[in-house]
């Protein structure tokens, strides 16, 4: 599914939901979920989740969205702990499971699922075309794959203002155009794609992170995690502004339909 870094350990989950909230590892919450699937129905659906992280959006696809049944997968070992916890806390184990698997083509049958979904996790995927194949194969027919990933505006070489980003970030990104996801999609047997750039939506929220992290909260992270950990965060999140103003680090949500045989 994806190359396997160790990057998401308990100290780094617990700071990302103290960003986020209660298991989000990525923005804006179940309303930032809520936009990905405007228009399209989950309830009653077996739903694929890919990179489940701490398990918010795995268990807000049951709670929310109704869901008949949420399979929940990531490559990393805490991430999986904290989502079956997260399903425990809720009373959700028969509704959701959780499993840890190894990067590669994923581990189902062919045709096995209605909804492939993903927030913000297959930015770690660098082989796109391959993941659209993979999706194709285990949808059922007519049915969609809805996500949000962290896009770059062009497949060129990367800004200096990038590059300084993706190290300070250090989470092996493997980040694409729009075009490239597109084509992607396209070559896979995709029909009926669309994409929709959440740069201005970004813009205002990676503000609204940065001051949560460098303001009146600040202890609080600090006392989390650690002075040098949230000094290096601010670097961070200040560092990805100024991609995010050009342009070039753009956040899209896209989906995508298998056709009906």
């Not at 100290?11 to 989000?24: A, C, I, S, T, V």
């Not at 659209?132 to 007519?142: A, H, N, Q």
């Amino acid at each position: 599914m994806t190359e396997n870094n160790q990057h998401y350990d308990l100290e780094h989950l617990k700071f990302l939901e103290m960003l986020w909230g209660e298991g989000y590892l990525s923005p804006g919450g179940v309303g930032e979920v809520r936009e990905i699937l405007k228009g399209f129905d989950v309830a009653d659906k077996k739903v694929l989740d890919i990179g489940c992280g701490a398990g918010g959006i795995t268990v807000d696809l049951i709670r929310e969205f109704k869901a008949k049944f949420v399979l929940g997968i990531d490559v990393e070992k805490d991430p999986c702990i904290r989502s079956e916890a997260l399903a425990s806390k809720y009373g959700l184990g028969d509704k959701i499971e959780i499993q840890e698997v190894e990067p590669g083509p994923f581990p189902f049958g062919n045709e096995e699922f209605d909804i492939v979904f993903s927030k913000d996790s297959i930015v770690h995927v660098h082989d796109k075309e391959k993941l659209s194949e993979e999706v194709f194969r285990i949808l059922k027919p007519g049915g969609f794959f809805l996500a949000s990933d962290w896009l770059t505006s062009h497949d060129g070489e990367p800004s200096e203002d990038m590059k300084n980003y993706l190290k300070l970030e250090d989470l092996d990104f493997g980040m694409a155009s729009p075009g490239r996801y597109e084509a992607a999609l396209r070559s896979a047997g995709f029909i009926n794609i669309t994409l929709k750039n959440r740069n201005k939506w970004y813009a205002k929220e990676a503000r609204r992170e940065l001051a949560d992290l460098s303001g009146a909260k600040r202890s609080d992270y600090e006392s989390l995690t650690s002075k040098e950990y949230i000094k290096y965060s601010i670097d961070t999140w200040t560092a990805m502004i100024k991609v995010i103003d050009t342009g070039e680090h753009c956040p899209h949500h896209f989906n995508a339909q298998k056709p009906f045989d």
